[in-house]
């Protein structure tokens, strides 16, 4: 089956072009929320953070402490790095399970931030959008102030980076329609066969 990735920076409107895909009948893994339900589901996972992190990775009622997480990695980038090496196998191997449950689709969506040539993806989606749109997205949504979402947008990948990965562009700036940029991707990829 077909292994899709979609990705863009934050604000780009990378979940809502998945969205459009998943009413195509495309099934979409949100890689973020795996994530999430991953680092408090996955008991070798778990081990793990706690050995990397402490046990205050976890409250006590066995929840992921993502607020002291934050702290700590914001301080230290290696350490960052090092939990990114336990998460990320943990969720391709969710990813590798989850694919298979999918029989009878055209191809599946992986969503995800952070995606690479080495992603073990067929392709790659982009989602494009100004960094300005974005930044105006973001305080929109989140509440979050110029700063800190240019902070955000600092540590991520540029938009030259994010489009050399990319096999397809969604460009999800005002002046374009989205709609008919992901028909058109949909419709290649249907008729694009099986690795």
Same mark, same amino acid.
């Given at each position: 089956?077909?292994?899709?990735?979609?990705? #863009?920076?934050? #604000?780009?409107?990378?979940?809502?072009?998945?969205?459009?895909?998943?009413?195509? %009948?495309?099934p979409v893994y949100d890689s973020d929320q795996r994530a999430k339900d991953i680092v408090s589901s996955d008991p070798q996972l778990i081990a793990q953070i706690k050995e990397?992190?402490?046990?205050?990775?976890?409250?006590?009622? #066995?929840?992921?402490?993502?607020?002291?997480?934050?702290? =700590?990695?914001?301080?230290?980038?290696?350490? $960052?790095?090092?939990?990114? $090496?336990?998460?990320?196998?943990?969720?391709r191997k969710d990813f590798e399970a989850w694919v298979k449950l999918q029989s009878g689709a055209p191809y599946v969506l992986k969503e995800a931030a952070i995606m690479n040539?080495? /992603? %073990? $993806?067929?392709?790659?989606?982009?989602?494009?959008?100004?960094?300005?749109?974005?930044?105006? +997205?973001?305080?929109? +949504?989140?509440?979050?102030?110029?700063?800190?979402?240019?902070?955000?947008?600092?540590? =991520?990948?540029?938009?030259?980076?994010?489009?050399?990965?990319?096999?397809?562009?969604?460009?999800?700036?005002?002046?374009?329609?989205?709609?008919?940029?992901? $028909?058109?991707?949909?419709?290649?990829?249907? /008729?694009?066969?099986? =690795?």
């Amino acid at each position: 089956m077909l292994k899709v990735g979609i990705t #863009g920076g934050i #604000g780009s409107g990378k979940s809502t072009v998945a969205r459009i895909f998943s009413h195509l %009948g495309i099934p979409v893994y949100d890689s973020d929320q795996r994530a999430k339900d991953i680092v408090s589901s996955d008991p070798q996972l778990i081990a793990q953070i706690k050995e990397l992190m402490g046990e205050e990775a976890y409250l006590p009622d #066995g929840s992921y402490h993502r607020k002291y997480i934050s702290e =700590q990695v914001f301080k230290n980038p290696e350490k $960052l790095k090092s939990l990114n $090496l336990l998460i990320h196998p943990a969720v391709r191997k969710d990813f590798e399970a989850w694919v298979k449950l999918q029989s009878g689709a055209p191809y599946v969506l992986k969503e995800a931030a952070i995606m690479n040539r080495d /992603s %073990g $993806l067929d392709a790659i989606i982009v989602v494009h959008t100004p960094v300005e749109e974005r930044i105006a +997205r973001v305080i929109k +949504r989140d509440g979050k102030t110029e700063d800190q979402v240019k902070n955000i947008i600092e540590n =991520q990948k540029t938009e030259e980076e994010f489009i050399s990965v990319a096999d397809y562009v969604v460009n999800n700036g005002k002046s374009h329609s989205i709609l008919h940029q992901v $028909l058109e991707i949909d419709n290649r990829l249907r /008729s694009t066969p099986d =690795q």
